[in-house]
């Protein structure tokens, strides 16, 4: 059985930093391309980064480039999401996903998920 397990979320100014870990166990890690997704209130959930199974490539939306950056460390089978810079609208609940096959921003491709974590940023 997979299992996912998000940390890191809480509260945080605008302007101030989080780093979001999700552990992964149940599957051996380096094969599970890893993806971060969020989900406001009243809105539909949406990609947040995508990284490889190397970890050499990601990919993220303009609307968190150059503020977030995933990474993964297959020895300690856990991704990271790294945010910078935050935003009111950053708030949300965070999902770690993984899939098997594959890599990238649609979220009907991922095969594993987290339960997910709050953050929050106040203005």
């Known amino acids: 059985q997979v299992q996912l397990v998000e940390s890191g979320g809480g509260l945080v100014q605008t302007g101030g930093s989080l780093r979001l870990s999700c552990a992964v166990s149940?599957?051996?890690?380096?094969?599970?391309?890893m993806g971060w997704f969020r989900q406001a209130p009243g809105k539909e959930r949406e990609f947040v980064a995508a990284?490889?199974?190397?970890?050499?490539?990601?990919q993220y939306p303009d609307s968190v480039k150059g503020r977030f950056t995933i990474s993964r460390d297959n020895a300690k089978n856990t991704v990271y999401l790294q945010m910078n810079s935050l935003k009111p609208e950053d708030t949300a609940v965070y999902y770690c996903?993984?899939?098997?096959?594959?890599?990238?921003?649609?979220?009907?491709?991922?095969?594993?998920w987290g339960q997910g974590t709050q953050v929050t940023v106040s203005s």
């Open positions: 990284i490889t199974r190397s970890g050499v490539s990601t």
């Open positions: 996903a993984g899939r098997g096959a594959g890599w990238g921003r649609v979220e009907s491709l991922y095969d594993y």
């Open positions: 149940g599957r051996t890690f380096g094969s599970l391309a």
